[in-house]
């Protein structure tokens, strides 16, 4: 009976030597970012060692991105269309696709923010205690957490492909540091709803910075983490201690976000091609972009995205109401004109965060980027300048550094 102590033996080691390689068996537990523009979810990858994350991509689009938005059919039998099938028909069925519920989740009706914000929304949003709901065209309403719920099961149906089981039980999940208790609690009940235990809840900053490690880092104690997505600018100071990670201070502007860059750019190719500016006309499918006031956001948008990854003149074709094409220009200097007020707006918060709490620039030891608008150059320009930083953290994908820190702390 020799061989039992050399079979004990192996019990102990093989599974050691796997957990040190990396191997973490079916994975049960997933990273989440349920945003209000964009959603991911992550998992620790099973091969690249301890700490490696791997983020899911939606194989119908290709990106790791998935669009919180949620398309509900008239029948109430059919499913919900989720991401981007869903974001294709805000065009034909504005009031049956829901998206920003993010903004509304754990809010009552008669908070100071959402009046305003209902106003900007294609759906009506009405009272519905103890918050709100979005009534659809057939008159049916779906709460806050109902949206996030159906984002989530979209992002779990993603994880559950990639991994090759359905087995997924539970979410490391992230909240804005200035959510309340009930928008904590709405936000953990959207994924309850969806069927998984929440295993850990991080405030955003905080998984930012544990994305990069920044917890392990002796010579670390003071992280600003600049998180600027499509619809928000959340600018935020951590305290790092002894791997203890917590949010001391937190500046922002609500009002500001990609959204508005796109705007601004589309207002100012109004001006420049006034006299093609005009009303929608019949000349082709719903993706054709017309010369009309929204349609001039659209455009905005492409030509901001170009100039970003490094174009110096950004070039885009809009359809007349006489379905005569025009080439529009932007060269990066009418564009930094067109948006100078916005890049103001974007560089106040830091100087704020910092004052509130009584810091130089020179107390910050690193900045994180995060949120797809921290992509664009003269964004990173304000943030190095106002931070008084050479080097910005920026080597994880920014629209997805929230998830891949809530994946990093899986066990």
Known sequence: MAFLPLLGLLLVLVPTLLAYSGFRGRASVVGIDLGTTFSVVAVRASQGGIGAVEVIRDPATGSPIVPSAVYYPPSPSLPPRVGAAARQLIRSEPRAVIYNAKRFIGKPAEDATVAPQAAKQAFPVVPAPPGVAFELPNGTRVSPERVGADVVKHLLSLAALHLGHDRISAAVIAVPAKFNRAQREATADAFRSAGLRVARVLEEPTAAALAYGLDKRADVSHVLVYDFGGGTLDVAVLHVSEGYVEVIGSEGDEQLGGGDFDVGVGRFLEEKYEGDVGGRGECGGEEVLYCTRADLVGVGERMKIALSEGAEVARERCVREDCGEVEMELARGEFEEAVGPLLDRAAAPIGAVLEQLGLRAADID????????????????????????????TSIDPDVTVAYGCASVID
């Open 366 to 393: 690193e900045v994180v980027m995060v949120g797809g608008t921290s992509r664009m150059p003269q964004v990173r320009e304000r943030v190095r300048e106002a931070a008084e930083k050479e080097r910005l953290n």
